[in-house]
């Protein structure tokens, strides 16, 4: 039986994420004063692979709740769209304003990262998105898509069927080899031994397997993880060890902080828009704050600046996106979580 609080860290593990991120976009303001903190804050960039889990745990935990069939596939999709695209669409423009201004966002060049941006082209069409973690949200949407055929599979009651679809998810990830450097990792198959980590959380938590089942999945997928990623790729042991313990600390820690909690409830706006903050500040406030004091306290503006954008943002746009959602049904809406 799930316990009503098997969930109620991931607010705090979102806010802890999306900040992680923050801080390492912004790390570049200490390290000509203080290298030694780039080293600490780089590992803010492993802030996403927190995402790709909870997104692991959550989703199909969502789907299980409202007895998702193969039927609903497209109102599936569309509730991720309604959830996901507006605040990307309107969070590209916003950046783009902050990157280029008015006149150069409407320049050929400010245009074309836009629409490469919006359309998911700009790794394919060797064009740098208007905010680089952009990409992330492709993989994302890749994801849905994945978890909206897989899905019936890995809830089947049969342990060899359940079986089949792991082994077969992380066969899928070795094609990932195929791909190049520059490419891999906003594909699908760089990234499911992480994702198919978090949906072993979500099958043991929800009671559909027993602890067994789960420690051989959840083995199974980090060693893949960290053959693919630490030593196929090149990324040594970061992803893999952040995507495990952020697994575990799933599994174990049963209680979230209450101001992290109320950051995580807006840790998607936040993770789309602190990068305008940083370029806007770093734009006007840079060559004026160039000193070892300055530095930290315009790091310390932009972590403040970031949150109230955020909150801004997400009454405004997030906000009545998450009522789009909630007006797309199959069977029951998902629970909150």
Same mark, same amino acid.
């Given at each position: 039986?799930?316990?009503?609080?098997?969930?109620?860290?991931?607010?705090?593990?979102?806010?802890?994420?999306?900040?992680?991120?923050?801080?390492?976009?912004?790390?570049?303001?200490?390290?000509?004063?203080?290298?030694?903190?780039?080293?600490?804050?780089?590992?803010?960039?492993?802030?996403?692979?927190?995402?790709?889990?909870?997104?692991?745990?959550?989703?199909?935990?969502?789907?299980?709740?409202?007895?998702?069939? %193969?039927?609903?596939?497209?109102? $599936?999709?569309?509730?991720?769209? +309604?959830? *996901?695209?507006? /605040? &990307?669409? @309107? #969070?590209?423009?916003?950046?783009?304003?902050?990157?280029?201004?008015?006149?150069?966002?409407?320049?050929?060049?400010?245009?074309?990262?836009?629409?490469?941006?919006?359309?998911?082209?700009?790794?394919?069409?060797?064009?740098?998105?208007?905010?680089?973690?952009? %990409?992330?949200?492709?993989?994302? $949407?890749?994801?849905?898509?994945? +978890?909206? *055929?897989?899905? /019936? &599979?890995? @809830? #089947?009651?049969?342990?060899?069927?359940?079986?089949?679809?792991?082994?077969?998810?992380?066969?899928?990830?070795?094609?990932?080899?195929?791909?190049?450097?520059?490419?891999?990792?906003?594909?699908?198959?760089?990234?499911?031994?992480?994702?198919?980590?978090?949906?072993?959380?979500?099958?043991?938590?929800?009671?559909?397997?027993?602890?067994?089942?789960?420690?051989?999945?959840?083995?199974? #997928?980090?060693?893949?993880?960290?053959?693919?990623?630490?030593?196929?790729?090149?990324?040594?042991?970061?992803?893999?060890?952040?995507?495990?313990?952020?697994?575990?600390?799933?599994?174990?820690?049963?209680?979230?902080?209450?101001?992290?909690?109320?950051?995580?409830?807006?840790?998607?706006?936040?993770?789309?828009?602190?990068?305008?903050?940083?370029?806007?500040?770093?734009?006007?406030?840079?060559?004026?704050?160039?000193?070892?004091?300055?530095?930290?306290?315009?790091?310390?503006?932009?972590?403040?600046?970031?949150?109230?954008?955020?909150?801004?943002?997400?009454?405004?746009?997030?906000?009545?996106?998450?009522?789009?959602?909630?007006?797309?049904?199959?069977?029951?809406?998902?629970?909150?979580?």
């Amino acid at each position: 039986m799930t316990k009503k609080n098997d969930l109620a860290l991931l607010n705090t593990l979102r806010a802890i994420a999306a900040w992680m991120v923050c801080l390492f976009h912004a790390s570049f303001l200490l390290k000509e004063y203080y290298p030694f903190t780039y080293d600490v804050l780089s590992w803010g960039q492993e802030g996403v692979y927190v995402f790709f889990i909870i997104s692991g745990v959550v989703l199909p935990w969502s789907m299980d709740q409202s007895n998702y069939q %193969w039927r609903f596939a497209g109102k $599936f999709m569309l509730k991720r769209m +309604l959830r *996901l695209y507006p /605040p &990307f669409l @309107i #969070s590209v423009v916003i950046c783009a304003f902050g990157f280029y201004g008015l006149k150069g966002m409407l320049a050929p060049e400010g245009l074309t990262k836009m629409w490469h941006s919006i359309t998911f082209a700009a790794p394919f069409l060797g064009t740098k998105w208007v905010n680089d973690i952009y %990409w992330t949200l492709f993989v994302e $949407f890749q994801f849905y898509l994945y +978890l909206a *055929l897989i899905f /019936p &599979f890995f @809830i #089947s009651k049969k342990v060899w069927v359940r079986t089949a679809a792991l082994v077969f998810t992380l066969a899928l990830s070795f094609l990932s080899k195929s791909f190049e450097p520059k490419v891999v990792k906003v594909t699908l198959l760089f990234h499911l031994p992480v994702f198919t980590m978090g949906y072993y959380v979500y099958l043991y938590l929800k009671g559909r397997i027993k602890a067994p089942e789960f420690w051989m999945g959840l083995l199974l #997928s980090t060693l893949v993880c960290l053959y693919l990623t630490g030593i196929l790729h090149g990324l040594k042991w970061r992803i893999v060890s952040t995507a495990l313990v952020t697994a575990l600390v799933i599994i174990f820690v049963k209680k979230g902080n209450k101001w992290l909690d109320q950051l995580g409830e807006i840790s998607y706006s936040f993770y789309l828009t602190h990068w305008f903050v940083i370029s806007t500040c770093n734009h006007f406030f840079y060559h004026d704050m160039r000193s070892p004091l300055g530095s930290v306290l315009f790091f310390l503006l932009i972590q403040v600046g970031s949150i109230a954008l955020a909150k801004l943002f997400y009454q405004a746009v997030e906000k009545p996106s998450l009522q789009w959602t909630k007006m797309v049904r199959y069977t029951t809406d998902p629970p909150k979580v």
